[in-house]
């Protein structure tokens, strides 16, 4: 009976890896392919956490930041439905900005399910290399031409989920060193495989032809330096400031005059506009000089198009923004005819909807996330790999979304919720660790 007993617990806890490891690597699935995939892992997470982890709920449920993301996401319904039945404005995705609501219950998943994360990037890295080798046209990538890799709906999006695999699997073979797993007979495989996705999946960002995932990635390539040198010692900090240095000489000879072709009349309009608004009055009027430049690209125009119109209604409604009633008033602005509304900035998007106050309730957040996550590096709570990752891809993908609005596609969506779900998991590994050693004090004779 015994026996049987524990062969069915066995059976169970290996069930348990299949499914968790492939619903978190589902979750993570969006910088391979652009689905809705993650929203419907995202309710079995939150169904799993609301049934079987009721103590973890209500642990997490005192933390203060866990009841800001309620009460925000109380007040964007409210005014969500607000707009939709009272304004007769439904918006474009609006009520996206109600998904903090589920932000300290996926982190109750993650943390009950923990043991399963490494397993999940594993295999989300295997599909990666694979989508990779698959979806790679170098022959038109050499010729100079855009051949965007993996499964997006556009270029662009598939330049940023190119450079998040990039940085993904870069730092699943660090935390795989580091905490022990690469040895025995995989060392070898995952070292390729570690080394091989990385090279591929920066080919991939160079034919898709995305300006903004390429400036993006230059800057977190610094931050991982500077990274290396205060989280990482001895060997392993030479490793990746080698790593690094290698990576961005061998780029910067292969890329050159790819970028020089595909940016250089961008940046050349980017610093002459630059230029304008320090000589200028402000930023408006530079941005409609450079609308009327001949010299101007397209691609700018338009963004500059929509950057003004956005300005204009923030400037209208600075502290709450306009909710739903936005479109509305987009049709008044100087240059509504720009043909659509998805406004290629994600700081705007927030703060054309929600104002000032959507900006603070951000900034509140990555403050918070941030020392929460030092605070548990220097503990000894997570590792400096996770802690770089964390860090490299929140910086990532906050730098691309001051030239497209990422924050609304499947790649930005996946990434709030995983990205504060971590948050709260590792608030929740601080709560244990803090009071398994009270415990111990109180266990200790006076």
Not at 124 to 144: E, R
Request: hydrophobic share 55%; charged share 15%; aromatic share 12%.
């Amino acid at each position: 009976m015994r026996e049987m007993v524990e062969q069915l617990s066995v059976s169970r806890a290996g069930m348990n890896a299949v499914i968790f490891a492939l619903l978190w690597a589902l979750m993570a699935s969006a910088m391979l392919l652009e689905s809705d995939t993650y929203r419907y892992v995202s309710i079995v997470l939150v169904v799993f956490a609301v049934v079987w982890q009721r103590d973890g709920i209500r642990r997490v449920s005192r933390d203060w930041l866990a009841v800001a993301c309620y009460v925000w996401a109380f007040y964007t319904a409210g005014r969500f439905f607000y707009g939709v039945f009272v304004a007769g404005e439904k918006g474009t995705s609006e009520w996206l900005y109600i998904f903090p609501a589920v932000f300290p219950l996926v982190g109750v998943a993650l943390y009950a399910t923990r043991a399963y994360i490494f397993p999940g990037a594993t295999l989300t890295v295997v599909v990666g290399f694979v989508a990779l080798v698959a979806t790679l046209n170098p022959a038109v990538i050499i010729a100079g031409e855009r051949a965007a890799p993996l499964f997006h709906h556009n270029p662009i999006h598939a330049g940023i989920g190119s450079c998040m695999l990039f940085l993904t699997s870069v730092f699943w073979l660090l935390y795989a060193a580091e905490t022990g797993r690469l040895k025995g007979r995989f060392k070898f495989p995952m070292v390729g495989l570690g080394v091989l996705t990385p090279i591929l999946s920066l080919f991939g960002a160079l034919g898709a032809h995305s300006k903004g995932a390429w400036l993006a990635l230059v800057f977190v390539m610094a931050l991982m330096a500077i990274l290396a040198l205060l989280h990482y010692a001895g060997r392993w900090r030479l490793h990746l400031l080698g790593g690094l240095l290698l990576t961005a000489v061998a780029v910067a000879l292969i890329s050159a005059s790819y970028v020089e072709k595909v940016a250089g009349p961008t940046i050349e309009a980017a610093a002459k506009l630059t230029d304008d608004t320090v000589a200028t009055e402000g930023p408006i009027a530079s941005m409609q000089r450079a609308i009327v430049d001949p010299a101007t690209p397209s691609s700018m125009r338009e963004r500059l198009k929509l950057w003004s119109n956005a300005i204009e209604l923030i400037q209208a409604a600075p502290f709450v923004g306009w909710g739903n009633e936005w479109l509305r008033e987009w049709r008044k602005t100087t240059y509504a005819d720009v043909g659509f509304t998805l406004i290629h900035n994600g700081y705007l998007e927030i703060m054309v909807r929600h104002g000032i106050l959507g900006m603070a309730f951000l900034l509140v957040f990555v403050a918070t996330a941030v020392r929460r996550i030092n605070a548990a590096h220097s503990g000894g709570l997570i590792s400096s790999s996770l802690t770089a990752y964390l860090y490299s891809l929140s910086f990532f993908f906050f730098c691309t979304i001051t030239t497209n609005s990422n924050n609304r596609l499947a790649l930005g969506e996946s990434f709030f919720i995983l990205g504060a779900a971590a948050v709260f998991a590792i608030s929740l590994a601080q709560e244990d660790r803090m009071r398994g050693e009270h415990e111990e004090r109180l266990a200790q004779p006076v």
